[in-house]
């Protein structure tokens, strides 16, 4: 099983998420047309509360024990790495059956806590997955730091076509009986996904096995020497010392981790408590059914590549900077952070350009709701612009995590937070519903320039020049000025079925494509990209942008100076 480099890496974690986010987004369409929003806001609490609960049940260990598994291969102690990853078996093992525990007995507590009794049944039906994913979790951090990026693709992707059949097929079933129980069985897919996702991880752990098994018996003169060396510096590691080591590195780690999944459960936690003053209880469960079921889905999607990127880069970086090989540091942090911004920003426009016709297509309205019509469109639109922030967040972030810079990243989390909390409470009486979101973006910017700042500090990299920052918002007003004016066409003339549902469908298609196909030309012509610039992409993206390239009249020499 071959090492997967940074752009390979990064490139396969980003296809399988792509295919795991497009059938998540498929699996609200129906879930949506049969639970509606006041059920979708009950999905969505136990989901997020669900997911902050997995981040702390790991604990953060899969990205330590990615950077620990990383450096000690890289130093050639595999022994070492082999006893670290069985520790944190064991641990994933505890955590998910205390967990389940925990979640399953609170839920009714909870629910009525945040004025959503009805969450406390999806509640206890998604408890039981947290017993199989720390292990997952545990697995793919292991992978992770060995450079093999397939198992977790693969996995994540079986995972998500369980999830998906299993929550349609039991909402549909169970709607009959009543709303809550449709509810909990669309929550009980997560239960069946993690089962697919373990036996996915445990084949690829077993062909591994065997793999170094393979590899160590005919290197046997190379083991001999490694164990003659751990046995000369120092005594085997013990469950203890790995532990204490793992916890060290893992519990700034999951507090940055939680950053996401922590604000959207504080989201769904206040925005009903907010909002239900000012709109009526109603009114405001059925914005929260519109953040978790509709924004939080489609906004996550410009935010796939920075999670594979932080996953991809971890090892990469914690390898170089164990041997100190700084040049590599500053070249794989400029890499990460010009990747994440090139390929995030045109996802972003372009769901927020469309938001209207994409939540008409994918969503509609299926109650005829006031609401619905009033505040989805600017609820995902404002939404996903703040997951810009967010991408540079995370990436810098990830940098900074396989640097072993935690400090930072700790008191990066609490500020953001904290400016969270401050600018909802502040920020809803005037603005409503807006005010909570800008309250999530506001969160994005003052981490983002937190990490960044302490990244300057310690290694020098450069993202793009001045010029090319100047030519990149040339570029982002350009794609807004053509995505209003065709959203306004759209509106005026484009309804080539008379039914809003697939109106919607072609005026989405209409703004994406051409708006889509507009932003590498743009940054062509506006040389944020150039020739040379393509030697750092994956080989079928530098096949298609040569030729555009020669088209534009640029060569090879005028790149490089």
């Known amino acids: 099983?071959?090492?997967?480099?940074?752009?390979?890496?990064?490139?396969?974690?980003?296809?399988?998420?792509?295919?795991?986010?497009?059938?998540?987004?498929?699996?609200?369409?129906?879930?949506?047309?049969?639970?509606?929003?006041?059920?979708?806001?009950?999905?969505?609490?136990?989901?997020?509360?669900?997911?902050?609960?997995?981040?702390?049940?790991?604990?953060?260990?899969?990205?330590?024990?990615?950077?620990?598994?990383?450096?000690?291969?890289?130093?050639?102690?595999?022994?070492?790495?082999?006893?670290?990853?069985?520790?944190?078996?064991?641990?994933?093992?505890?955590?998910?059956?205390?967990?389940?525990?925990?979640?399953?007995?609170?839920?009714?507590?909870?629910?009525?806590?945040?004025?959503?009794?009805q969450a406390a049944l999806p509640i206890q039906a998604i408890a039981p997955a947290l017993l199989l994913f720390p292990l997952i979790a545990i697995m793919r951090g292991y992978f992770q730091g060995r450079r093999m990026m397939m198992p977790n693709g693969i996995s994540q992707?079986?995972?998500?076509?369980?999830?998906?059949?299993?929550?349609?097929?039991?909402?549909?079933?169970?709607?009959?009986?009543?709303?809550?129980?449709?509810v909990a069985g669309a929550s009980f897919g997560g239960v069946v996904g993690s089962i697919a996702a373990a036996a996915v991880m445990l084949y690829y752990a077993m062909r591994l096995k065997q793999s170094?098994?393979?590899?160590?018996?005919?290197?046997?003169?190379?083991?001999?020497?490694?164990?003659?060396?751990?046995?000369?510096?120092?005594?085997?590691?013990?469950?203890?010392?790995?532990?204490?080591?793992?916890?060290?590195?893992?519990?700034?780690?999951?507090?940055?981790?939680?950053?996401?999944?922590?604000?959207?459960?504080?989201?769904?936690?206040?925005?009903?408590l907010l909002l239900k003053d000012q709109f009526g209880e109603h009114a405001a469960r059925e914005m929260l059914g519109i953040l978790t079921g509709r924004a939080q889905s489609l906004a996550g999607i410009p935010i796939i590549l920075a999670v594979a990127l932080s996953q991809s880069v971890v090892p990469i970086i914690s390898s170089a900077y164990s041997q100190r090989d700084m040049k590599q540091v500053s070249d794989q942090t400029a890499k990460v952070l010009q990747l994440s911004i090139l390929t995030g920003l045109p996802m972003v426009l372009l769901i927020s350009l469309g938001a209207r016709p994409i939540n008409g297509f994918i969503f509609a309205n299926t109650t005829g709701s006031p609401v619905v019509d009033t505040y989805a469109a600017p609820i995902i639109t404002l939404l996903t612009v703040s997951a810009m922030f967010q991408i540079v967040m995370q990436t810098s972030g990830a940098v900074l995590m396989g640097m072993g810079r935690m400090r930072p990243l700790v008191l990066s989390v609490i500020f953001g937070i904290a400016v969270k909390l401050a600018g909802s409470y502040a920020l809803a009486p005037y603005w409503g519903i807006y005010g909570i979101i800008a309250a999530t973006a506001?969160?994005?910017?003052?981490?983002?320039?937190?990490?960044?700042?302490?990244?300057?500090?310690?290694?020098?990299?450069?993202?793009?020049?001045?010029?090319?920052?100047?030519?990149?918002?040339?570029?982002?007003?350009?794609?807004?000025?053509?995505?209003?004016?065709?959203?306004?066409?759209?509106?005026?003339?484009?309804?080539?079925?008379?039914?809003?549902?697939?109106?919607?469908?072609?005026?989405?298609?209409?703004?994406?494509?051409?708006?889509?196909?507009?932003y590498p030309v743009l940054l062509f012509l506006t040389r944020v990209m150039t020739l040379h610039d393509l030697q750092h992409l994956p080989g079928p993206l530098r096949k298609l942008a040569k030729p555009l390239l020669a088209r534009l009249g640029r060569t090879t020499q005028q790149d490089k100076r």
């Open 1 to 117: 099983m071959s090492k997967d480099s940074l752009v390979k890496g990064t490139l396969i974690l980003t296809l399988a998420a792509l295919v795991a986010r497009a059938l998540g987004v498929v699996q609200r369409i129906p879930l949506v047309y049969l639970l509606g929003d006041i059920g979708m806001a009950a999905y969505g609490i136990a989901f997020n509360l669900y997911s902050v609960l997995l981040v702390v049940a790991t604990a953060g260990i899969p990205s330590a024990l990615s950077k620990m598994i990383s450096e000690k291969t890289a130093l050639g102690r595999h022994a070492e790495a082999d006893r670290i990853y069985k520790a944190a078996l064991w641990f994933a093992v505890c955590a998910g059956v205390l967990m389940t525990v925990l979640l399953y007995a609170a839920a009714p507590y909870f629910a009525d806590s945040i004025l959503n009794p």
């Open 442 to 518: 506001l969160c994005f910017v003052v981490m983002t320039w937190l990490n960044l700042a302490v990244l300057r500090s310690a290694v020098p990299f450069r993202v793009f020049g001045l010029r090319r920052w100047l030519s990149l918002a040339v570029t982002t007003a350009l794609i807004c000025l053509i995505g209003y004016g065709l959203e306004q066409l759209c509106v005026a003339y484009v309804h080539p079925f008379g039914s809003e549902r697939w109106d919607d469908m072609v005026q989405s298609l209409i703004i994406c494509a051409i708006a889509g196909a507009a």
């Open 212 to 272: 170094d098994r393979r590899e160590r018996s005919a290197e046997g003169a190379d083991v001999a020497a490694e164990s003659a060396g751990a046995v000369a510096s120092s005594q085997p590691l013990t469950f203890k010392a790995i532990y204490a080591q793992l916890f060290k590195l893992s519990v700034p780690i999951v507090i940055f981790s939680m950053t996401v999944t922590l604000i959207y459960t504080i989201d769904s936690s206040i925005v009903t």
């Open 157 to 182: 992707i079986i995972e998500q076509v369980f999830r998906v059949v299993t929550s349609v097929a039991l909402a549909y079933l169970l709607l009959s009986h009543s709303l809550d129980y449709a």
